[in-house]
T-cell receptor, first 114, second 114 residues
Framework: ETGVTQTPRHLVMGMTNKKSLKCEQHLGHNAMYWYKQSAKKPLELMFVYNFKEQTENNSVPSRFSPECPNSSHLFLHLHTLQPEDSALYLC?????????????FGQGTRLTVV | GQQLNQSPQSMFIQEGEDVSMNCTSSSIFNTWLWYKQEPGEGPVLLIALYKAGELTSNGRLTAQFGITRKDSFLNISASIPSDVGIYFCAGRVNYGGATNKLIFGTGTLLAVQP
């Protein structure tokens, strides 16, 4: 248990569906991240939120839409995805204001787009 | 952009053997982190390194932050079957007032035969 919880653990969706991934952290952190993990590739940073403000969008297609209503919760809204978007989506959190700090990850959502 | 070269890509060893893996980069990092990921789970932090030359242990694991700040290694002594997983290095770059970026290596797959 890392203190970062992601739901659902598995998701299968059609290309015309709309779904959302949820992440919640109980560590008192104020920075939250979405990463994409595809086979045989390094983890790719998608979005960063610091104190609920988005501070990084790593050229992610608009079919991925993040939302951070407070520093404990992070969502990733999905719509009109493509099969190549199938991957493990990982949420992480850390302290923003402490310069050298670890990021703690959730267990991930395994997304399959059919 | 920054890249982390992690080696080896995979290792197949006998229980009881020692393991060594490393990450190198052409860029300087302020923090090195080592994570382990098991199938279907998110990465779990093993060791964090904050200073050049730092050597840190966590049980049978030992990691070092290279003097040049461009590399790090992880050693596992007397491996056991539960050490199986993918090990990732990650380097953190601080951009002053901007977001701290965590760059991940491509991972080392470790298989341990009883």
């Amino acid at each position: 248990e890392t203190g970062v919880t992601q739901t659902p653990r598995h998701l299968v969706m059609g290309m015309t569906n709309k779904k959302s991934l949820k992440c919640e952290q109980h560590l008192g952190h104020n920075a939250m991240y979405w990463y994409k993990q595809s086979a045989k590739k390094p983890l790719e940073l998608m979005f960063v939120y610091n104190f609920k403000e988005q501070t990084e969008n790593n050229s992610v297609p608009s079919r991925f839409s993040p939302e951070c209503p407070n520093s404990s919760h992070l969502f990733l809204h999905l719509h009109t995805l493509q099969p190549e978007d199938s991957a493990l989506y990982l949420c992480a959190s850390s302290h923003r204001e402490i310069m050298n700090t670890e990021a703690f990850f959730g267990q991930g959502t395994r997304l399959t787009v059919v | 952009g920054q890249q982390l070269n992690q080696s080896p890509q995979s290792m197949f060893i006998q229980e009881g053997e020692d393991v060594s893996m490393n990450c190198t980069s052409s860029s300087i990092f302020n923090t090195w982190l080592w994570y382990k990921q098991e199938p279907g789970e998110g990465p779990v932090l093993l060791i964090a390194l904050y200073k050049a030359g730092e050597l840190t242990s966590n049980g049978r694991l030992t990691a070092q932050f290279g003097i040049t700040r461009k590399d790090s290694f992880l050693n596992i002594s007397a491996s056991i079957p539960s050490d199986v997983g993918i090990y990732f290095c990650a380097g953190r770059v601080n951009y002053g007032g901007a977001t701290n970026k965590l760059i991940f290596g491509t991972g080392t797959l470790l298989a341990v035969q009883p």
